[in-house]
């Protein structure tokens, strides 16, 4: 599946991350592969924070995220290499753990991926789906207006419906 034409991509260093900008051709094997760590160790989500404007004091802004954990770096920076995009870094362990690493994408990085590998995933499918639609809101720049109110809504229900989702713990 081509995401974007294939580019010369450096890996930018520093502050124990590894950083890769461009998404890449990806094969349908190796897309197949991917979607497998996504659905058994990742997640597919949409991150609610608020950011400051000159002509605003605070606004809540949304981002789509896909990350996956591993304790195999390898693995996760082959991910990155093969994806073209996204950052790898260090997650903070207890003592006696092994070290694990942390792959992600946000943006419309992000978007783009859960859009290539919607066709193979299972388990987080619907959290795809769901990423895919936060795109369309995204898709049309507001700025300097202001984000209608009715998009607001669509973000916020979309963020309640993956939060449901990833809920961990009892089902009431």
């Known amino acids: 599946m081509i995401l ?20 890449r051709t990806i094969s349908p094997e190796d897309l197949a592969y991917i ?14 924070y608020y950011k400051s404007n000159y002509k605003e004091k605070r606004r809540m802004d949304w981002r ?4 996956i954990n591993n304790t195999n770096k390898e693995v996760l920076e082959w991910i990155m290499l093969t994806v073209g995009a996204g950052n790898l870094s260090k997650s903070n362990r207890r003592e006696g ?9 946000s943006g419309s990085n992000a978007i783009i991926f ?4 919607l066709p193979y995933l299972k388990v987080k ?26 998009i607001k809504e669509k973000r916020e229900e979309l963020t309640n419906q993956i939060q449901s989702i990833n809920r961990r713990g009892l089902i009431n």
Not at 4 to 23: A, H, S, Y
């Open 4 to 23: 974007f034409n294939e580019e010369t991509v450096d890996i930018i260093q520093g502050r124990g991350r590894q950083k890769i900008q461009t998404i």
């Open 35 to 48: 979607a497998g760590f996504v659905d058994g160790e990742g997640t597919i989500s949409i991150l609610r």
């Open 64 to 67: 789509a995220f896909v990350g």
């Open 97 to 105: 753990y092994k070290t694990c690493w942390k792959y992600s994408l």
């Open 114 to 117: 859960s859009q290539a590998l």
């Open 125 to 150: 499918r619907t959290n795809a789906l769901i990423l895919i639609e936060l795109g369309k809101t995204l898709a049309n720049s507001y700025m300097p207006r202001k984000t209608p109110e009715y």
